[in-house]
């Protein structure tokens, strides 16, 4: 089956710092990821949609500024939650698409100090 | 935009009998609806999927059925282990894009 990788898997920073989040796709090419934020017993947020080789897509609400995405190849996306604060502490995951079905990393779980 | 709608939030069943999760959908337009699973600290992990083209879909213990004219669609596990507890999401799609419903907590006492 397809399968997603997500590195790293807990990340503990200081407020003001910048941290990245890797996500690929290893045995397919993901034209589309996208990125979800979950907070603790809650459904998933969708919070920007990947495509390779173009801006993300930003929901409503998610700062593009803060949350910068970048994929630059078929099997790498990158999230970067730039001058962390501890509101951002939250679990990130990311999903790869594979035959227009969504496959999932196994997730970040991001503290802000 | 799509909404999705869970029932229940909880469910707990004695290990061995069926565990049944029901989920709503509004968007007429919507093709495609998968399930999940997710254990804690864990992504979720896609247990089975449906196409509306589809009424019903049957992978060993799991089976998913489609009701298009009533935007409803349903999760049966049989036979349920302690294994099979963990968070199930639904969600529903026509676009690439997954809404999802709000989750229910599964507990499979022993």
């Known amino acids: 089956g397809a399968v997603v990788s997500q590195h790293p898997s807990w990340v503990i920073c200081k407020s003001g710092t910048s941290v990245k989040i890797e996500c690929r796709s290893l045995d397919f090419q993901a034209t589309t990821m996208f990125w979800y934020r979950q907070f603790p017993k809650q459904s998933l947020m969708l919070m920007a949609t990947s495509n390779e080789g173009s801006k993300a897509t930003y929901e409503q609400g998610v700062e593009k500024d803060k949350f910068l995405i970048n994929h630059a190849s078929l099997t790498l996306s990158t999230l970067t939650v730039t001058s962390a604060h501890p509101e951002d502490s939250s679990f990130y995951i990311c999903?790869?698409?594979?035959?227009?079905?969504?496959?999932f990393g196994a997730g970040t779980r991001l503290s802000v100090l | 935009g799509e909404n999705v709608e869970q029932h229940p939030s909880t469910l707990s069943v004695q290990e061995g009998d069926s565990a049944v999760i029901k989920c709503t959908y509004s968007d007429s337009a919507s093709n495609y609806f998968p399930w999940y699973k997710q254990e804690l600290g864990k992504g979720p992990q896609l247990i089975i999927d449906?196409?509306?083209?589809?009424g019903e879909k049957k992978d060993q213990r799991i089976a998913v059925t489609l009701n298009k004219t009533a935007k409803h669609f349903s999760l049966h596990i049989t036979e349920t282990q302690p294994e099979d507890s963990a968070v199930y999401f639904c969600?529903?799609?026509?676009?690439?894009?997954?809404?999802f419903g709000a989750g229910t907590t599964v507990t499979v006492r022993a």
């Open positions: 969600a529903a799609s026509s676009d690439y894009k997954l809404s």
């Open positions: 999903s790869a698409t594979d035959a227009a079905v969504q496959y």
């Open positions: 449906i196409r509306s083209n589809v």
